[in-house]
């Protein structure tokens, strides 16, 4: 079929992991039937984009691709427990499975922190498999800031600024982070 032929001819890697990138990707929207860890796995289906860009362009694997991976995956999966706070009270009444179902809003913005301290570990590490500028610095200083503001934002018993930290200021990290690699290189 159409598929399975241009991903080989991307790369043969490529096909052969495609029905696995697939079986993810498709899969997330059954997660929260079955695991409270739907989050982390939302984390995960996006965090196959660097890595498979960097397979499809090179035929393999890199530090650097999974260490794009990560920092996209713990950063997803963290703003995706923030947003999910919203829903927690209709997760656990229609039996659906949620960080913050499970664990509370206390809990759940904690998981949220942690995996954000990993993504600033992960931004922070970068350079060390990276030849990026200072200016790279700057970026990092201001992405890991908005992050702080975002959890800043979200309160245990105020989810009113929700929308702000969820849409805005990953709009703003994610602006951030492309522009500060384009210009530390």
Same mark, same amino acid.
């Given at each position: *079929? ?6 080989? #001819? #991307?790369?043969? #890697? ?48 890199? $530090? ?9 995956? $713990? +950063?997803? =999966? ?9 829903? =927690?009270?209709? *997760? ?22 942690? !995996? ?30 908005? !992050?702080?503001?975002?959890? +800043?934002?979200?309160?245990? *018993? ?9 849409? *805005? #200021?990953?709009?703003?990290?994610? !602006? ?10």
């Amino acid at each position: *079929d159409l598929f399975a032929l241009s991903s080989w #001819l #991307l790369s043969p #890697l490529c096909l052969m992991l495609s029905p696995a990138v697939l079986a993810i990707i498709m899969g997330y929207s059954l997660t929260k039937r079955f695991t409270a860890l739907c989050h982390l796995f939302l984390g995960l289906a996006l965090a196959l984009a660097p890595s498979a860009a960097w397979i499809a362009m090179t035929g393999g694997l890199s $530090t650097t691709a999974l260490m794009l991976s990560g920092i996209v995956g $713990t +950063w997803v =999966a963290g703003f995706d427990i923030i947003y999910a706070l919203q829903d =927690a009270q209709f *997760d656990a009444e229609r039996g659906l499975n949620s960080i913050p179902a499970r664990l509370g809003p206390k809990g759940a913005l904690v998981v949220s922190a942690l !995996l954000h301290v990993v993504t600033v570990g992960l931004l922070a590490a970068l350079p060390l498999v990276v030849g990026l500028s200072w200016v790279y610095w700057v970026g990092f200083a201001v992405i890991t800031a908005v !992050l702080a503001y975002e959890h +800043w934002l979200v309160r245990p *018993d105020d989810f009113s600024r929700i929308d702000k930290a969820f849409f *805005d #200021l990953n709009g703003y990290i994610s !602006l951030a982070f492309l522009g500060v690699v384009l210009l530390a290189m």
